[in-house]
């Protein structure tokens, strides 16, 4: 079982940028995959960006492709996603999550904020 705090959210005008942190603790393996999701209020959770905790390759979603940045510290065991260039439509609640390749299951951290203004 993966553990994980997030952290990061706020404030910020449109335009803007905003980098989310998320410690992982716990039994953490080679063939997990780290991500950040999203819940905007009255929709759906949503997928935003993962990456593989070894080797590093990323996948996003096309909202966020060429704006959003996912990475990760495998010596801190910490997961990043800088935010830039954010609009309205990126309000929500950003989520961290960890799932085994060889599972469907996601381990998922308590949501940080991010409020994006006009």
């Known amino acids: 079982q993966v553990q994980l705090v997030e952290s990061g959210g706020g404030l910020v005008q449109a335009g803007g940028s905003l980098r989310l942190s998320c410690v992982a603790s716990?039994?953490?393996?080679?063939?997990?995959?780290m991500g950040w999701f999203r819940q905007a209020p009255g929709k759906e959770r949503e997928f935003v960006a993962t990456?593989?905790?070894?080797?590093?390759?990323?996948y996003y979603a096309d909202s966020v492709k060429g704006r959003f940045t996912i990475s990760r510290d495998n010596a801190k065991n910490m997961i990043y996603l800088q935010m830039n260039s954010l609009n309205p439509e990126d309000t929500a609640v950003y989520y961290c999550a960890a799932r085994l390749i060889t599972s469907t299951q996601w381990s998922w951290g308590q949501g940080t904020q991010v409020t994006v203004s006009s």
């Open positions: 990456i593989r905790w070894s080797g590093g390759s990323t």
């Open positions: 716990g039994r953490i393996f080679s063939s997990h995959v």
